[in-house]
């Protein structure tokens, strides 16, 4: 995702440039996006892309539904670009920003507590 679809999506803050946590409305909303693209090819990710899209665009929804509507758009589009030139299905597993996010996640986690 470049910086203008982290704008839009309300990953960065326009007035300051300063990274934001998805919300967890938009993290639930990727995670769905993955399990249905799972052993898609790109001909099958470009045209839920589109669907997901035109989805986005429908202005009668509330301001969360939008929002996680549009992470879902993103998260098509993210992954139909990873599979542009990939001869093969898509497995999260084998996708590197899936498995970053993951070690990024794993390295800001909490310490667990210490028992004495």
Known sequence: MGPQQDRVSGLVDDTSDEVVEPSQDERAAWERVRRSAQGMRHHEAKTAWEAARKAAEDGSRTDRDALTAQAEADEWERITEALFDHAGAY????????????????????????RR
């Open 91 to 114: 497995d999260s597993a084998d996708d590197p920003f899936v498995q970053g996010e993951l070690e990024g996640r794993a390295h800001h986690a909490p310490p667990p507590p210490v």
